[in-house]
């Protein structure tokens, strides 16, 4: 109830998705379905809510994700159940769970569904918002990498957004690669520390990576000399990112290298990526993705590889506006009824020429003849079957194409026929 009592109002940083806006939501989950599916990838749904230390453990606990923005309550057995922030460390869970990744391999899933996050709701950024994904698990390969990044790109351009690609690798957790590296980011870091804005010191023991995700001012200004992961990568790091632009750009993929794109946990291992796009201001990040070699593991699970990506709805249906794919409401043919007596068999006929697959609409505001036709013109039907008492009484309606303005009778049978030609 708002304040003063007087009505409801949706939570804030949550949102009503109303026509016409619902109608482009649906037409980009089609989109998903028939993109990933063309690619082998199924869909998965998880909960909406797991134990807690599915997101503690699988999307870390030095992570601001976890720190400050998840919605974590005991339910009334005291187990600490969390609404789902993000939909990785669920997936890898099931597949964990049911014994997926000893099946055939690589296990492709894709979702698509709404997220938790109680952060400070903007344009582009709400508590409750939507994400489409894809995982791809147990492929170590770096064809894969190139799969999942073109089908994210492919995707993006479909629903009407131009992505812009931003594509590191951040190595693997040994010594003569990610750790060394981290080791040089923490002397540098540790040498400026008075530079850096006053929240961003604590990162330099929890998660130095992530000091590149900051927003402020001095800290980027710090980030912009400090040293680079692709100066550090081990041969094969090497080797495998190499491969994963060359895969790219055979299929004209378009992207930029930016050694600033990082993941600041553990378990993620080589490549990452981000798409953004122009007209979302501040928040113009589209998706982001990555591999995680490490995160079956930090799930109690055995090491298994894994990439995937999540692509934030919310944003790309702002970014596209009114060009991105929609569908809407299908009426193809009005059952005009011509008095009381027409109601019921106009009812039976729009009912019969649902059930065969054409869109029709009645009226149910017990309009008169001529305000009928004036509703039928606003359903954007194409034909109008009219069922009056000397059409009823010879089994036959009347069909008036409304946008040539003709009509003839028919008889009632052949209506589908007539409609379908
Ligand atoms: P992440 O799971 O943080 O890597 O985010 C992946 C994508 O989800 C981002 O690039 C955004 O497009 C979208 N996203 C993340 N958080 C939000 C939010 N609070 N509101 C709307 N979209 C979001």
């Known amino acids: 109830m708002s304040e003063d009592g007087s009505s409801f109002r949706a939570p804030k940083g949550t949102r009503d998705i109303l026509p016409p806006e619902s109608w482009r939501l649906e037409a980009l989950y089609d989109l998903a379905a028939d993109t ?10 998880t909960p909406m809510f797991e134990h807690t230390e599915v997101f503690a453990r699988g999307v870390g606990e030095t992570s601001e994700v976890v720190n400050k923005q998840m919605y974590t309550f005991p339910d009334k057995g005291g187990r600490s159940l969390t609404l789902r922030p993000e939909n990785t460390a669920p997936v890898v869970r099931a597949v964990l769970e049911h014994n997926l990744h000893r099946g055939a391999l690589p296990v492709k899933l894709y979702y698509a569904g709404p997220q938790f996050r109680q952060e400070r709701p903007q344009k582009g950024r709400y508590r409750e918002f939507f994400q489409i994904g894809i995982e791809a698990i147990g492929a170590p390969g770096p064809t894969i990498d190139a799969e999942v990044i073109e089908l994210g790109h492919r995707f993006l351009r479909d629903a009407g957004v131009e992505p812009h690609l931003k594509l590191n690798s951040i190595g693997h957790p040994a010594d003569d690669c990610r750790l060394g590296y981290n080791r040089a980011l923490v002397d540098y870091l540790q040498a400026r520390v008075d530079d850096l804005a006053p929240g961003d010191r604590g990162r330099i023991e929890t998660n130095p990576l992530r000091t590149f995700d900051s927003k402020e001012g001095r800290t980027r200004e710090v980030m912009s000399t400090a040293p680079l992961i692709t100066e550090h990568l081990c041969p094969d790091c090497k080797a495998h990112f190499e491969r994963v632009q060359d895969l790219l750009r055979s299929v004209g993929v378009p992207f930029d290298v930016d050694p600033r794109i990082v993941r600041g946990l553990d378990y ?10 122009g007209g979302l201001g501040s928040q113009d990040a589209v998706g982001g993705g990555g591999r995680y070699d490490g995160l079956a593991e930090s799930l109690g699970g055995e090491q298994i590889a894994g990439i995937g990506f999540a692509l934030g709805v919310d944003r790309i249906l702002l970014a596209t506006g009114d060009n991105g794919p929609s569908r809407g409401s299908r009426v193809e043919v009005y059952v005009v009824a011509a008095g009381e007596d027409a109601a019921r068999p106009a009812f039976a006929l729009a009912c019969r020429l649902r059930a065969g697959g054409i869109g029709a609409e009645i009226d149910h505001m017990a309009r008169g003849m001529k305000a009928q036709m004036k509703d039928a013109d606003r359903s954007g039907a194409r034909w109008a079957a009219i069922v009056g008492p000397d059409e009823l009484a010879a089994g036959e309606i009347t069909l008036k194409n409304l946008r040539e303005g003709v009509q003839e009778r028919i008889p009632i049978d052949e209506v589908e026929g007539r409609v379908r030609s």
Not at 271 to 276: D, I, K, L, P, W
Request: glycine fraction near 0%; aromatic fraction near 24%; charge should be negative.
């Open 268 to 277: 993620y291992t080589r490549t990452a990526f981000e798409f953004t796009a």
């Open 36 to 45: 990933f599916a063309a690619a082998a990838y199924a869909p998965i749904e």
